[in-house]
């Protein structure tokens, strides 16, 4: 994102595109024995790297995120696709803002504004939101659905750790300790007073 070397249109930002772009990264690195920490979109993507190369994860750490097939979504999630798409302009510090526990200060909000110096910057996270698989019709519900077959047998640790104040993806953790078995007797946490 930002003034970083990236696709430039938005229809470049795809579910499938990152994943086969992490894949790509994790296979020519041949990393092994991972420890998978996955937040937000870390988590979609990063669980069906999980679901496509089991055996080169040893443990995941799984939090704020969920792996979604099409069944809907949360109330805090419907708000967040609205805005993104409609905003005019993208405020993506006080975006980040928003999400965290504290006021940032001044300084903090430019910091995270520097690196979008106009809306045409803006095209990856303002996308980010319309691939999540929340409806029947949406790409990526059969992949998904997949993952969680494997996810479903994946008996390495699960852990997982939600906060109390997230409002996509509150509760989210009972998926992930109710099905996969990684995550049978774990000491799952849920953090207090988090964003």
Known sequence: FGKSDKPAMRTDYTFERHVAWM?????????????LFC?????????????AFPDRFARLVIGNTGLPVGTGS???FDQWLAFSQNVPQFPVGAIVNMGTKRELTSAEISA???????????????????????????????????????LEAFENP?????????PVSASGEK??????????GQPHRIITEAG
């Open 39 to 51: 937040q937000d979109w870390g988590g979609l993507i990063g669980l069906r790297l999980v679901a």
């Open 175 to 184: 998926a992930f300790i109710n099905r996969v078995p990684g995550a049978r």
């Open 74 to 76: 949360s109330a805090g």
């Open 158 to 166: 699960v852990l997982t750790c939600f906060s109390d104040g997230d």
């Open 23 to 35: 894949s790509d990264w994790l296979t020519q690195l041949d990393l092994v024995n991972i420890t």
């Open 112 to 150: 995270y504004d520097a690196p979008f110096p106009d809306e045409s910057y803006k095209e990856g996270a303002r996308q980010f939101p319309t691939p999540v698989p929340i409806t029947p019709e949406h790409a990526s519900v059969a992949e998904n659905l997949a993952a969680w077959k494997v």
